[in-house]
């Protein structure tokens, strides 16, 4: 069994996805308002909430990279989710984030974005990482620039039409201007 690392941050806890995350999990996506920038952007119910649970910890053993849980450091209450997915059928490694409602604008997606970011350079040493974000989904899009995202183009995935950022690892810059 592959052993997913825990990363913490100044206020999270970045912790593997269990059974013990599954009540908030499953309220999350329960949440329309959590789930409408993502998949056919409607609620899952329990039974739809498990199996998403399943494959986010069945992409570490696949991809040896994925969806951690986020937990507050101090509470160990369960905030959201935030990770590096490339199923089948991806165009590339995508960062992602979803959070339940109440965790929202206090700028947890952005420390746990830029750890997992630091994480994709450091250990997996990936040339670059995007993000798919609907279009229309302002929240994300500023976000996914505050990150250091580059709009890259916009396409159609997945039955809806999406700008891609991309990330690409801090030295890109320095090379860059080492050989201008």
Known sequence: MFDIPTIETARLRLTSLTARHFDDYAAM????????????????????????????????????????????????????????????????????????????????????SLAILEHAWSQLRVPRVISLVRVGNEASDRLAERLGGEHIEDMDFCGSYNHVFAYYPPYREARRAAYA
Do not use: C
Not at 69 to 81: H, I, Q
């Open 29 to 112: 996506l329960a949440d329309p308002t959590s789930t409408r920038w993502v998949g056919d952007g409607e609620p899952l119910d329990r039974g739809h909430a498990w199996r998403s649970l399943a494959m986010l910890l069945g992409h570490w053993q696949l991809r040896g990279y994925g969806m951690w849980a986020l937990e507050l450091k101090d509470s160990g209450a369960f905030v959201g989710r935030a990770g590096l997915m490339n199923p089948e059928g991806w165009p590339d490694i995508e960062l992602g984030w979803m959070l339940k409602s109440e965790y929202r604008h206090h700028g947890y997606a952005t420390e746990a």
